[in-house]
């Protein structure tokens, strides 16, 4: 069974940073590609960042290259999203997500995801 707990979400000002943890359940936790996620209201579900199994490589879609970072800490099954240079329009829902195996960060191949955490960004 496959558990994801995110936390770390909550309500900053335009400039600010928050730092995003997802705690995952399993045994295998450091074979799992991971995935943070998110969706704001009225919009489909879209890609933020990914690391891979090692740790060794990691991915972000273009708005929040330089801002935003992913990390893992295997030991503690743990990844974390570090936000900076937080903006109004990073305002979402976010997601961390595993699909186990390693391949794309299109959200439809993700198989687990959390529950979400809210991330509101005011101007």
């Known amino acids: 069974q496959v558990q994801l707990v995110e936390s770390g979400g909550g309500l900053v000002q335009a400039g600010g940073s928050l730092r995003l943890s997802c705690v995952a359940s399993?045994?295998?936790?450091?074979?799992?590609?991971m995935g943070w996620f998110r969706q704001a209201p009225g919009k489909e579900r879209e890609f933020v960042a990914g690391i891979k199994r090692s740790g060794a490589s990691t991915y972000s879609t273009e708005s929040v290259k330089g801002r935003f970072s992913i990390s893992r800490d295997n030991a503690k099954s743990t990844v974390y999203l570090q936000m900076n240079s937080l903006k109004p329009e990073d305002t979402a829902v976010y997601y961390c997500?595993?699909?186990?195996?390693?391949?794309?960060?299109?959200?439809?191949?993700?198989?687990?995801w959390g529950q979400g955490t809210q991330v509101t960004v005011s101007s």
């Open positions: 997500a595993t699909r186990l195996d390693g391949g794309s960060w299109a959200p439809k191949e993700y198989y687990y």
């Open positions: 399993g045994r295998t936790f450091s074979l799992w590609q």
